[in-house]
DNA sequence: TCCTTTATGTGTCGAACGATACAGAATATA
DNA sequence: TATATTCTGTATCGTTCGACACATAAAGGA
C-alpha cells in the first residue's frame, strides 16, 4: 500500500524544525501562525493539514526538542559515571547548548509558555510536568548515588535537587539576557563549588 | 491653583496597584486590556486618560513593582552589614516574596516579558537593563567588599556575582511552578553553601 | 481514461486585540 | 447662572489572531 493522493511539496521534518526554532525564539503565545507560515514557508491549511493546529504543532516542536538539544543535555544523567559528574555536565552541556550560534538562546521547555493565558494552559501545564520530570531524574540520579554509596544518606538531596535545577533553570535566563558560553561555564563551576559543602552536610544541621 | 474639571471616580493608586498584579501574574503580553479593564474595575477611555497606553500602564506598574517588592528584595544590598550577608539577605528575601499567599508567584522584572514578540521590544528592553542593573548592584557590593578588606582580591567576583543572580532568576521559575517557600529558602541555602569554595578560590585555578 | 484521494493557494471567517470618537455628566471658574 | 474643563460610559474603529471553505492541482488505482 503507497502513498495516495497529490504528494507533500514541502519537507515536513525541515518545516517542524524551523516551527520548533520559532517556538523557542518567541514562545508559544509570542508565536503567530504568520510567524509560523513565514518560518517554514508553508501556507496555514498546508500547515494545518500536517501538524492540526497550533497547539500540536508546539507540542510535536517540544518532543523533537526532547529528542535533539533536550537529549544533549540530559542524556549525561543515565551516562555519566557518577552523580556529580552527571549534575556537572548538565550544567555544562547545558550551557554550551544555550549559547550555540546561530540557535535561540536558553531552552524551550524553560521559556516555551511561563505564563498561562487564555488558551495555553495545556501547553503550559504540559512544560511545566517536564520540568518536573528533569527535576524527578536529576533528584533519582542523586538517590542512585546514594544506594551506591557514592553519596552519604544524611543531606537533603531533594533540596539540592532542587537547587541544580534553579542553577540551570536560571541559566536559561542568563543565555537570553545575552550571558556568554564562558559566562555560563563559570555559573556551573560556580554551582559545583557547592557540591562539597552540599554533599557532606548532614541533614539535622540547619534548613539542610 | 485647584483641579479643574470632572474628578476622577476611581483610586488612582489602587488601580494601578490591581494593574501591577495583572502584569505580574500574566506578563505584558498575555495581559490583555479586557484583563485589565476588569482588574481594575476601570473602563478602557478612563484607563488610557489616566496611564496613556498599555505600555505606560506597564512601566508605572514596573516602578510601582520596584519601590515595593522589589524594594524589599534589593533592599539589603545597601543595609547589610556585609557582602556575604547581602547575598544571602537577597537570596532569602526573595524566597519570601516569590512565595507571598495571595500575590503572584516569582519576579515582575524576571517573568514580565522574557520574548521580544511585534510591539513589545521597549518594554522587553526595559526589563533586560534593570536586570543588569540588579547584576551591576550585587557585583559593586562584591567589590566594595573587596576593597573594604572583607574579601580578597583573587577571585572571579563577576562570575561569582552572576551566579548568585541566576540563583535568584531561577528561583522566580521555581516559584511560578510551585516550590515552596521552604524549597527556596533551601535552594538559598544551597546556594550559599558555595561561598566558602568561591570566596577563597583563586583566580587562577581553572575556570574561576 | 476516469475516479478517488490528498495537498495546495486564495480568500475569508468570527473573535479578540489595542486604542478612540463621541456625547453626556460632573466639577471649578467667571 | 454660564462657560470652560475634565472624566465617564457606550459603542466602535482598523488590525491581527487562529482556523478553515473552497476550488484546483497532482498523485495512485480501476
Chains 1, 2 share one sequence.
Not at 497550533?54 to 523533537?64: H, Q, S
Not at 535561540?104 to 494552559?121: K, Q, T, W, Y
Not at 504540559?126 to 520540568?131: A, D, N, Y
Not at 533528584?139 to 542512585?144: A, I, Y
Amino acid at each position: 500500500m503507497t502513498e495516495r493522493g497529490r504528494p507533500r511539496s514541502f519537507d515536513r521534518a525541515a518545516a517542524l524544525r524551523r516551527a520548533m526554532e520559532v517556538f523557542w525564539a518567541q514562545g508559544y503565545d509570542g508565536t503567530s501562525m504568520s510567524d509560523l507560515i513565514a518560518a517554514m514557508n508553508v501556507n496555514s491549511p498546508s500547515i494545518y493539514a500536517a501538524f492540526g493546529c497550533k497547539e500540536a504543532l508546539f507540542r510535536e516542536a517540544v518532543a523533537l526538542y526532547r529528542a535533539t538539544e533536550g537529549g544533549r543535555i540530559w542524556g549525561a544523567m543515565t551516562t555519566a559515571p557518577s552523580a556529580r559528574a552527571a549534575i556537572e555536565t548538565v550544567l555544562r552541556v547545558s550551557a554550551e547548548e544555550f549559547t550555540r550560534p546561530g540557535k535561540p538562546r536558553g531552552c524551550l521547555i524553560v521559556l516555551g509558555a511561563l505564563h498561562s493565558d487564555d488558551g495555553n494552559e495545556a501547553v503550559h501545564r504540559e512544560l511545566q510536568e517536564l520540568r518536573a520530570e528533569n527535576m524527578k531524574m536529576l533528584l533519582q540520579r542523586l538517590k542512585r548515588g546514594v544506594a551506591e554509596g557514592e553519596l552519604p544518606d544524611g543531606p537533603d538531596w531533594r533540596a539540592i535537587a532542587t537547587f541544580y535545577i534553579t542553577v540551570q533553570q536560571g541559566m536559561s535566563i542568563q543565555a537570553r539576557d545575552g550571558a556568554s558560553r564562558k559566562a555560563l561555564f563559570a555559573v556551573a563551576d560556580c554551582a559545583m563549588a557547592a557540591w562539597g559543602g552540599l554533599a557532606s552536610c548532614r541533614r539535622d544541621r540547619g534548613a539542610l
